[in-house]
């Protein structure tokens, strides 16, 4: 991707390039959280979800949004507001979730049928495509609504706390 423009005859950075792979980093954890929350299943110290208990999601949001958010100075308050953002997002996303789940023991019914219904099935499938529309727009807003909470120095040390991270897991 080229991050550069020509103007007479200097190179001159845009910030695009760095913005870009933050919504994407962001993106990308927010998905895999969502992708953990969605599985619900029990962790290990006690049984809860990650060892979280009954607050299973929520507790581990929390804690993952305070580790996050540890390494870059943010003050308490920042700390908060974002921590209120991702709570709000999990909570208007849990509906989704749900019904994704709905979706899934839909499709296994349609295909378990002796005659396979076509149109049964592409209409399931644009249902579920809707809920994963639905799913990123507000995936997209809370990322936003977290990022703007933060000094632009702070996001780019976000940006590239998670660009190591995202490294560690992927060498």
């Known amino acids: 991707m080229n991050d550069t423009i020509q103007s007479n005859g200097n190179k001159s950075k845009i910030p695009w390039r760095r913005v870009v792979l933050a919504v994407l980093i962001g993106g990308l954890l927010v998905g895999a959280g969502a992708k953990i929350f969605a599985h619900g299943t029990p962790g290990f110290l006690g049984g809860g979800y990650c060892g979280f208990g009954q607050a299973g999601p929520e507790r581990h949001a929390e804690f993952m949004t305070r580790f996050m958010l540890s390494e870059i100075n943010a003050s308490e308050a920042q700390q908060a507001k974002i921590a209120d953002i991702v709570k709000a997002a999990m909570s208007d996303l849990r509906p989704l979730r749900d019904k994704h789940f709905e979706g899934h023991k839909a499709g296994a ?51 590239e706390r998670m660009q190591r991270m995202r490294g560690a897991h992927h060498s």
Do not use: N, Y
């Not at 592409?122 to 997209?140: C, D, F, G, K």
């Not at 609504?145 to 040390?157: K, S």
């Open 109 to 159: 019914e349609l295909l378990s049928k002796p005659g396979i219904d076509r149109a049964a099935l592409e209409s399931l499938r644009a249902e579920q495509m809707q809920l994963a529309e639905t799913a990123s727009r507000r995936i997209a807003q809370a990322l936003a609504d977290a990022f703007d909470v933060l000094t632009p120095e702070q996001r780019a040390a976000l940006v």
